[in-house]
């Protein structure tokens, strides 16, 4: 069975970055598209960013939100089974807490194959 665990997270700063992992156990990442989805007290999930399954789609691609284009990268390590998001230029609005997600053999992420328990991002000066 899959398995995701979320590293990476804690307090920043604004403007100030921070480089989250999603490891995967079990299975082979790259027949995933992984995804990364954040949740903020009071408000409703919202998807960050995805990286498609490189195994069906050969070079993966990536997907963000308008709210972190050009701030936030997404890229995956297959040899390591893990998915990073680069978080530059962090604003207070990015404090949430940040799941990553699995899709088998998908362009797309919802988190069909499974959820991660959650890593906390705060930004505040």
């Known amino acids: 069975q899959l398995q995701l665990v979320e590293s990476g997270g804690g307090l920043v700063q604004p403007g100030g970055s921070l480089r989250l992992s999603c490891a995967a156990s079990?299975?082979?990442?790259?027949?995933?598209?992984i995804g990364w989805f954040r949740q903020a007290p009071g408000e409703e999930r919202e998807g960050v960013a995805c990286?498609?399954?490189?195994?069906?789609?050969?070079?993966?691609?990536?997907y963000y939100a308008d709210s972190v284009k050009g701030r936030f990268t997404i890229s995956r390590d297959n040899a390591k089974s893990t998915v990073y998001l680069e978080m530059n230029s962090l604003k207070p609005e990015d404090t949430a807490v940040y799941y990553c997600?699995?899709?088998?053999?998908?362009?797309?992420?919802?988190?069909?194959?499974?959820w991660g328990q959650g890593t906390q991002v705060t930004v505040s000066s």
């Open positions: 997600t699995a899709d088998r053999l998908s362009a797309y992420c919802s988190g069909t194959s499974g």
């Open positions: 990286i498609s399954s490189s195994v069906s789609y050969g070079d993966a691609d990536t």
């Open positions: 079990g299975h082979t990442l790259d027949t995933y598209a």
